[in-house]
């Protein structure tokens, strides 16, 4: 390309994007240059002004930065249900995308997102920044070079994401169909979704049980449970909530020749002597126990966690290196999502990916129904991401 920097602008200066542009303008990320920023709300705008430096252009919607601030790539951080038309409309301006998860609501938005990708010849990547996290990295390094032999089955209870009813009175739009589509699924959990299949591989069937305002008084899942099956035959229990207190973080995969257990930031690994599939049909004990080695693995490096993301994203723009998370892997990450909610809608064990224009029509009768549609258009920031936008069928997001 030529360049020493990528000028990047961001869209959305609520909680994570302003969080982004302190991480760049301290410094963090030596190959990115902040360009510009935009957000509908004039006190973000404000204070962009006050706290960003003078050279930073700011704009009162995304689609003026893209179109006038000269960028190389944009990163997105606006609510789930716009990520879609400002990633096409960056793309299609030639500008290179990074787009906060969800990439969005629906997998066919995802897919649309890709192809406009393709077509224009521009990067597309994912804020899955839990993958720098020297922990899971070290789960992944194991399990690529299938250290403990075949995976069996696997379970993550990811409980933590406490919430009070009173988190989910601070906007109108949240914990809604329109103006979120979705829970826990959609707004806490899409890091550990993403990460159950770079672990784990993607499932291809699911059963699920979603319970719509279970803990709270809302209109989407605050209590999920999904069994899900692998193509190799192994299962796994996926189980996210904001209603236990004080919650719990466990994922466990079990092995052919051990397992691994993760909690706490730590990872214990227990090694069989020989592979459980031998031992099963080969030992004369029938209540035989195994003898086990215990250790515990050391996590793979640092944990840059967004920054990493970001400069990952400007050396592949800069010198071809690898992303941290592609668009395809939004895509994978999304398809489970969406498996998971039309299973719980439905009752019905399903092949993953679920047919888009059936979850399509069961999204569009959730929506229909929706708190925040009836209020007719309001403006809102989103929980990670934040910036303001119109809920409306018809609506421009910016």
Not at 3 to 24: A, D, P, T, V
Not at 199 to 206: A, T
Not at 230 to 241: E, H, L, P, Q, Y
């Amino acid at each position: 390309m030529g360049m020493s920097k990528i000028r990047l602008g961001i869209i959305g200066i609520g909680n994570m994007g302003s969080e982004h542009c302190r991480n760049i303008a301290g410094g963090k990320c030596p190959e990115i240059e902040l360009t510009a920023v935009a957000d509908l709300r004039e006190e973000r705008r404000e204070w962009a002004r006050k706290a960003l430096p003078e050279k930073v252009k700011i704009y009162p919607s995304g689609r003026d930065l893209i179109r006038e601030a000269g960028c190389d790539a944009v990163l997105i951080a606006v609510p789930h249900y716009f990520h879609e038309q400002l990633t096409i409309e960056a793309l299609s301006h030639g500008i290179h995308v990074l787009c906060e998860k969800p990439a969005a609501v629906e997998a066919d938005a995802a897919e649309r997102m890709i192809r406009c990708a393709a077509g224009s010849g521009k990067t597309l990547a994912l804020m899955f920044n839990q993958r720098t996290n020297g922990v899971y990295r070290a789960i992944r390094r194991m399990m690529e070079n299938k250290e403990l032999g075949a995976i069996k089955r696997m379970s993550w209870i990811i409980t933590d994401w406490y919430r009070t009813q009173k988190y989910y009175d601070s906007g109108s739009w949240r914990a809604t169909w329109a103006g979120e589509g979705g829970g826990v699924l959609l707004n806490q959990c899409p890091h550990q979704l993403d990460l159950l299949i770079w672990l784990c591989g993607m499932p291809v069937k699911v059963q699920a049980h979603c319970h719509d305002g279970k803990w709270h008084h809302i209109e989407v899942e605050d209590d999920v449970t999904a069994y899900l099956e692998f193509d190799n035959g192994a299962t796994g229990v996926f189980v996210a909530s904001t209603g236990d207190l004080p919650g719990t973080n466990r994922l466990e995969i079990d092995c052919e020749c051990g397992k691994l257990v993760c909690e706490n930031n730590q990872i214990r690994c227990y090694r069989l002597t020989e592979n459980e599939r031998v031992t099963c049909f080969h030992s004369d004990n029938p209540w035989y126990r195994a003898e086990v080695t215990e250790e515990e693995i050391q996590p793979d490096g640092d944990n840059p966690q967004h920054v990493g993301v970001l400069n990952a994203f400007a050396a592949h723009l800069l010198r071809g290196e690898k992303l941290i998370a592609d668009a395809e892997d939004g895509l994978r990450a999304l398809q489970l999502s969406n498996a998971i909610h039309y299973s719980g809608w439905t009752g019905e064990m399903i092949s993953v990916p679920v047919p888009g224009e059936k979850f399509h029509d069961l999204l569009e009768k959730k929506i229909a129904g929706s708190t925040t549609r009836k209020t007719g258009d309001i403006t809102y920031e989103s929980d990670h991401t934040g910036t303001g936008a119109k809920v409306g069928q018809n609506t421009e997001p910016q």
